[in-house]
């Protein structure tokens, strides 16, 4: 087990790392003695401290200096100020994780110090219902001990893999801002439920659980897409007509063309933070 034994330490208690700790106490990767977090919001630290009996820290820098793993999870604005304030009490043998969006790694490993092993991530939303998309990208310093443990931290809330830091900002176009995507495209499905005569709630539900289900399909049973579209399509039939509205309407080429928007906005984005 990659956290077995380590202490593992959040800088920033805010939505998405109170979804990795308890991720992290609730499957039982890492014990709730072991997992540390400061903030700034006193509110904050005591509701983490009641609701996930873990350990709470008004310091940073005594974070740093408890952790193991060290979790950057304050706005990509404060990170690297936050790096460089605690720079100092980095120890070697430590794993410094950031999940700041456009802050690069040559960036963090020069706020936090030479040799330091430094980890980037781009996770998403559904990590706080457990379901997230992670990206996993080690710096110069990270060894392969830097990226398990930062695997393991991630895919207790979801699903992690592993990539280059070129191609973080095709993941931040992809699934960092695929969820925006997905919640469109159900509530045009649920409000045409609603056209054809369903019951809001029911065609919310319908619409969401037919969502789930069918990445539940294409995850579990690793066919292509196209091959699990094709077992419900029948010659003839009703939704051969439904994805020929698609097509006609361009919904595969709108949403390629999202993908490819957010990406350039994530390039540009990632240009300006020092």
């Known amino acids: 087990m990659p956290l077995k034994g380590l202490k593992l330490g959040f800088i920033g208690g805010g939505a998405m790392a109170g979804a990795l700790l308890a991720g992290l106490a609730g499957s039982g990767a890492v014990a709730a003695r072991d997992l540390y977090v400061s903030d700034i919001s006193k509110e904050r630290l005591e509701m983490l401290r009641s609701s996930l009996n873990i350990n709470i820290l008004d310091d940073n820098r005594e974070l740093v200096r408890q952790a193991d793993v060290i979790v950057l999870a304050v706005k990509p604005g404060s990170v690297l100020p936050v790096l460089r304030e605690v720079a100092g009490d980095l120890k070697p043998g430590q794993t410094i994780i950031s999940i700041a969006a456009g802050v690069s790694l040559k960036s963090l490993e020069t706020a936090a110090g030479e040799g330091a092993a430094v980890v980037r991530v781009m996770p998403n939303t559904p990590a706080l219902v457990g379901e997230g998309a992670s990206a996993v990208c080690p710096g110069t310093k990270a060894g392969r001990e830097d990226t398990d443990r930062t695997l393991a931290i991630f895919n207790a809330v ?75 399509t029948t010659p003839g039939g009703t939704t051969i007509e439904g994805i020929y509205a698609l097509e006609i309407n361009g919904l595969r080429g709108a949403l390629m063309e999202a993908v490819q928007a957010a990406t350039e906005r994530s390039r540009e984005l990632s240009g300006g933070i020092k």
């Not at 695929?178 to 029911?202: C, H, K, S, T, W």
């Open 158 to 232: 979801g699903r992690a893999v592993e990539i280059p830091e070129s191609m973080m900002d095709a993941v931040t176009g992809l699934s960092g801002s695929g969820p925006a995507y997905m919640f469109i495209i159900l509530e045009a499905l649920a409000d045409a439920g609603v056209r054809m005569g369903l019951p809001r709630n029911v065609a919310t539900l319908l619409a969401g659980q037919t969502m789930l289900g069918a990445a539940k399909m294409l995850l579990e049973s690793g066919q292509h897409p196209g091959q699990l579209k094709d077992m419900v």
